[in-house]
């Protein structure tokens, strides 16, 4: 099993170190099952203006999370992938007995809904009233997979989704959601009970113990108002 992530800037170099990904990680797991991909963005200037051009808000995590992405994997790992966003996620024990599942990909859940607003998608690709009354929905920051199954899955994504050019897609997020809510294959399905995964936007911090949390934690949104488990926890 490795962590995979990735981060992008105009230079060469990211101190992967300084995250909270890395420092948690290291305390109960090989460095070496550590993957950390940086593109300098200087590198992609032409990709850059052709996604923002085609996707609009957050173009960049598209690129850099999935277009890119798919021939680094399948050059360089043959292992079990969990993909971590790297600047607001915590690992926080040994992942070698973590398995992945045969033929589906699972996505961490979260009980906020982004993107917001599908208008454009069709009606194929719409929540159903009961994912929408009980806060099921997908998260992008936290995913584990074989390595296989990844390449299908972005493989699927640039075959049928990235040619839609839709720029309420909104990033990564957007384009893995509507994968999962057209039932496209590989199938991703979603840690609807946070057994390995906890995305905590809007989520009530009184409700949970630092004894009872998963292997994996993402602050997401944390500029927003996110209760920040990391932080208040001490996790690292």
Known sequence: M???????????????????LWQSFIKNNDPKNFIHVHYNRNTFLSLEEDFEQRFGFQYEYILYKIFLLKDFIKNNI????IFCDATDTACLSCIDNIKPREYDVMFSREINQYPSSLGDWGDHAQWNINQINDKVFLNAGLIISTSSNYIKLLTSVFDNILTKDLKSFGGDQGIYTYHYLVNNTPKIVLDNNSSLFLTT???????FKKEELPCFIHDNGFDYGSPQFIKNFNLV
Request: charged share 30%; no cysteine; net charge negative.
């Open 2 to 20: 490795k962590i995979l992530t990735t981060t992008w800037s105009y230079d060469n170099n990211f101190d992967i170190k300084s995250t909270t």
């Open 78 to 81: 043959d292992d079990d992938i």
């Open 201 to 207: 936007f809007n989520r009530n911090i009184e409700h």
